[in-house]
């Protein structure tokens, strides 16, 4: 019996390490050029791993991006920043909404002081291309980078007073999981700070990206060109999965069995 429960702690460990060791964040810059790029925000290393989630002024939310040199990467007319995942980023419709990659920036909604959503503002039409070996590129259609959806790090950030930026969160937002793609700008106006994080529903924000129409099952660089004019990036994501507890289940059976047999050995 303890044999039973040793293996079984073990696969449980083995799960958990596997998924626990696949970074879902872009972990290499392939290149970077940084032609027509905002002076000072030209180190591409900014958009490797995790968004940001403080600006210094309060947490990053849905009101207050990311905003600093250390936490942006500029991306100008004519330059482009290529970056490379560790893990592939697979094409998987039972991702949430479908989505595979998600990319940060450092849009925001605008408020009138008053913490109701009027507007949105500094969204970055830049190209996002995706490639599964840095040779073949395909253009991603429609999709922009740095969109609609601007990044929110905690999801318990305290609702801002007037001008204040909101801040004090400790329980971080998933920023492997898209916001609902079917929600448009209008959606939002007119809201409170809490009635709009709650359409995010436990997401980070960001750009979503369903890589389906390149035809490829999993691609492993992203390239963002700019279009009429700048860019700024923060980051990448690969959208997590839903969990596969059918999987696990039958681990843990084949474990359970090897378990008896060895149990029945030793009898």
Known sequence: MHRIIILGALALSLIGTRHAAASPWAFEVIRYDATGATPGYTDAATALGAPSTDTGFGDVSLINPPFSTAQLVSIGVGGELVVRFENPVTDDPGNPFGLDL?????????????????????????????????VTWHDLPVVAADGLFPTHAFVDTSPPTGFDNASDGS???????????????????????????????GSGGGTGVDISSTGLSSIEYVRITAGASTAEIDAFADVASAPEPAGAGLILLGVLAVGRRVGGARR
């Open 102 to 134: 998600i990319v940060f920036g450092n849009a925001f909604f605008t408020h009138p002081g008053t913490g109701v959503i009027d507007g949105f503002f500094d969204a970055d039409l830049a190209t996002i291309a995706v490639s599964a070996d840095d």
């Open 171 to 201: 329980v971080l937002s998933d920023f492997t999981r898209p916001v609902d793609p079917s929600l448009t700008a209008g959606d939002f106006t007119g809201l409170g700070f809490a009635a709009a994080v709650a359409l995010y529903a």
